[in-house]
Structures are given as structure tokens and as C-alpha cells.
């Protein structure tokens, strides 16, 4: 059983940045793919980006792409994810999530375990 707890949102102006951390426990955490996903309200869950286990490869969506980064740290059972540039339609509660697939990508189905998320509002 994999726990994960997200930290590091906030309140920011349009153009600024955020970086979220999400500390797992529990598990192995290099055996999961690690992937963000945010839902704004009235709106379904959607995903953000992916990062493979050994970090190798990662994967954005287009919304994001060019502005934000999944990275990770095995040895410190963490993952991040770094918000620049960052737009009021970026307003959002940001979730953590891992998978045991090692194909889940972007399909949030594929996940196993969420973390309660963090909020993020930016401003304009």
C-alpha cells in the first residue's frame, strides 16, 4: 500500500511559478510510475504528466507542454512537478498518483493510488 501526500500549492500571480512535491511511503516508489493530474472545479480529472520509473521518459500534456516539468527522485521517494508561466486556467487541485503499470501514461484509470492533492489558483 502506497501512500502519497502532495505539498506546495498555493496562490500565485499569472506568469509565476510552483513547484509541487509528493512524498510517498509505504512502498516501493521505484517500481511505480509517478503521474500529476489536476481538476479544476466543474470539471472531470485530467492528466498532466508522467515519468516512467527510472525517470527516462516523460510524457506532458499539450496544455502544459514547454511550461511544466515532472521530474523524480528515487532516492528520496519523491516526485515534483515544476509550474512556470503559469495561467489562471492552470487554477486547479493538483493530485499526486502512481501506478503499478508500467503502460498507464496518461490513463488515469491505470492508477492505484492518489494522494488528497493541493490546491493551486493563479491569478490573473
Known amino acids: 500500500q502506497v501512500q502519497l501526500v502532495e505539498s506546495g500549492g498555493g496562490l500565485v500571480q499569472a506568469g509565476g511559478s510552483l513547484r509541487l512535491s509528493c512524498a510517498a511511503s509505504?512502498?516501493?516508489?521505484?517500481?511505480?510510475?509517478m503521474g500529476w493530474f489536476r481538476q479544476a472545479p466543474g470539471k472531470e480529472r485530467e492528466f498532466v504528466a508522467t515519468?516512467?520509473?527510472?525517470?527516462?521518459?516523460?510524457y506532458h500534456a499539450d496544455s502544459v507542454k514547454g511550461r511544466f516539468t515532472i521530474s523524480r527522485d528515487n532516492a528520496k521517494n519523491t516526485a515534483h512537478l515544476q509550474m512556470n508561466s503559469l495561467k489562471p486556467e492552470d487554477t486547479a487541485v493538483y493530485y499526486c498518483?502512481?501506478?503499478?503499470?508500467?503502460?498507464?501514461?496518461?490513463?488515469?484509470?491505470?492508477?492505484?493510488?492518489w494522494g488528497q492533492g493541493t490546491q493551486v489558483t493563479v491569478s490573473s
Open positions: 509505504g512502498g516501493t516508489f521505484s517500481r511505480y510510475v
Open positions: 515519468i516512467t520509473w527510472n525517470g527516462e521518459t516523460t
Open positions: 498518483a502512481a501506478s503499478s503499470i508500467s503502460w498507464a501514461a496518461a490513463q488515469r484509470n491505470l492508477y492505484n493510488y
